[in-house]
């Protein structure tokens, strides 16, 4: 089977793509406006790009009526963003996020969830997620209708037992984000996993 993205099923492509590149992990991004209101939405067109510097990338999408959704806005005026990772202890927080509400109205109060102080960004992060990456706005590269935010991790937040300290590294086996698999409403769970050593 071969899928012509470009021509017969080129208004197919988000439900297809979305559907088979999966899991995705997901960034629930909380941003500031210039007014000072805080916004937090789920994106799961999500994921690090390199750790030299340490960058990630999202792709917030525009409204039906093509104007920005409130994480473009918010970034493309203040330039900083919070990543919080996504567990299943907030996975219905998260999802109530997805809502689409007036631009201004606070998601976290609706969901339940509350926030802290960022260390360098203006942004809060997220208290109850199991992570929180703090970043500034590299750039935003806007590529057809597609719209990519890249940012650059300048602090790492994360909860006390998903660190070793001694050994500098993250417990993974803690650590149990959810990921995105078909579009529109399929998720899974992280805790079942296989280990395959990489051969010299």
């Not at 992570?131 to 750039?139: K, T």
Request: neutral net charge; contains cysteine; glycine residues 6%.
């Amino acid at each position: 089977m071969e899928l012509d993205l470009e021509k017969e099923f080129a208004d197919r492509a988000y439900p297809i793509l979305a559907s088979l590149v999966t899991p995705r992990p997901i960034a629930l991004v909380t941003t500031i406006s210039a007014d000072g209101r805080v916004n937090a939405a789920p994106f799961s067109f999500f994921n690090l790009m390199g750790a030299n510097p340490p960058i990630c990338a999202f792709a917030p999408g525009d409204r039906e009526d093509g104007t920005p959704k409130d994480t473009a806005r918010n970034v493309r005026s203040g330039h900083e963003f919070v990543v919080n990772l996504v567990d299943q202890s907030i996975a219905q927080a998260m999802n109530k996020c997805a809502a689409s509400l007036p631009f201004g109205e606070n998601e976290l109060v609706r969901a339940g969830l509350t926030t802290a102080p960022s260390s360098v960004v203006k942004p809060p992060r997220i208290v109850e997620a199991p992570a929180s990456l703090e970043c500034v706005e590299w750039g935003t590269l806007q590529i057809g209708g597609n719209r990519m935010v890249i940012g650059l991790i300048k602090r790492v937040h994360l909860r006390d037992e998903l660190f070793d300290a001694e050994k500098r590294r993250v417990r993974t086996e803690k650590l149990l984000t959810i990921g995105r698999m078909a579009s529109p409403h399929w998720y899974c769970k992280t805790s079942e996993r296989f280990e395959m050593i990489r051969p010299d």
